[in-house]
């Protein structure tokens, strides 16, 4: 493992945080599928994984260390705003927004879910009203502000600015909602229907009136992300 490290290390060019080298101090960390469905990537495959990201979606702070041996993959943020957190790495749509807060966190949810497949694992974020780390709160605060003012540089392209709002969508707590609602008139399908999704997975009612406008003038993604979250939002005001 502390090969592996050094492999990253190096071909990143950046010291690992240490949060992340901790992660893996305990041997069940290098367990392989026949344990979790999910197998440790060799250095070759990962920086192959790597590359691929690199040129679909310009992201180079995540590495892929896992995978589930279907063209799916499990990366960590090794640097950045988001550094330590965990994401999936989906071969048919790629959204690299956190799923985990950290390695710890995404073994935990393994151990306790060993014949879970990949898509039927518990995952963090976003975060139910229920969450209440608030360590971890302030921290997921913070990466927000940190990826709005990314947001700000005038020469972000399309593809990177989609992956920032995926990931702020993500890590928004509930008490702060109200800023993703302006997200569902953005001229990007995959913004517009994931703030849908967001809104509907929390039920927040206050958006009801701008999903509806949705649901009518959106655009397709955007409309039936809207239509569905609507329904979570009338069942969550009948109960």
């Known amino acids: 493992m502390d090969n592996l490290f050094n492999q990253i290390s190096t071909f990143l060019n950046i010291s690992l945080p240490q949060e992340i080298m901790n992660a893996f101090d305990n041997s069940i960390y290098l367990k392989h599928k026949n344990d979790f469905l999910i197998r440790l990537l060799s250095f070759e495959e990962a920086t192959e994984v790597y590359s691929y990201l690199n040129e ?4 180079s702070e995540v590495f892929p260390l ?3 041996d279907n063209s799916n993959y499990v990366g960590v943020y090794m640097f950045g705003s988001l550094t330590g957190r965990v994401c999936f790495i989906n071969h048919e749509e790629i959204d690299l927004s956190p799923v985990y807060p950290n390695v710890q966190t995404l073994i935990k949810i393994l151990l306790e879910n060993p014949e879970s497949d990949w898509y039927e694992l518990p995952k963090y974020y976003p975060r139910s009203k229920e969450h209440t780390d608030e360590l971890q709160l302030k921290q997921d605060v913070q990466a927000i ?4 003012n990314l947001l700000k540089n ?4 399309d593809e990177k600015r989609t992956q920032y709002l995926f990931s702020i969508m993500s890590l928004t707590p509930y008490t702060q909602l109200h800023e993703i609602i302006p997200l569902l008139e953005d001229s990007d399908m995959w913004i517009q229907e994931r703030a849908a999704e967001i809104l509907g997975f929390h039920r927040y009612v206050p958006a009801r009136e701008k999903l509806d406008w949705v649901k009518e003038h959106g655009q397709y993604n955007g409309k039936m992300a809207a239509e569905l979250a609507l329904k979570k939002i009338r069942m969550e005001l009948k109960n």
Not at 56 to 59: D, G, H, K, R
């Open 66 to 68: 896992w995978t589930d």
């Open 145 to 148: 502000k940190e990826l709005t």
């Open 154 to 157: 005038p020469e972000l392209d």
């Open 56 to 59: 679909e979606v310009n992201i």
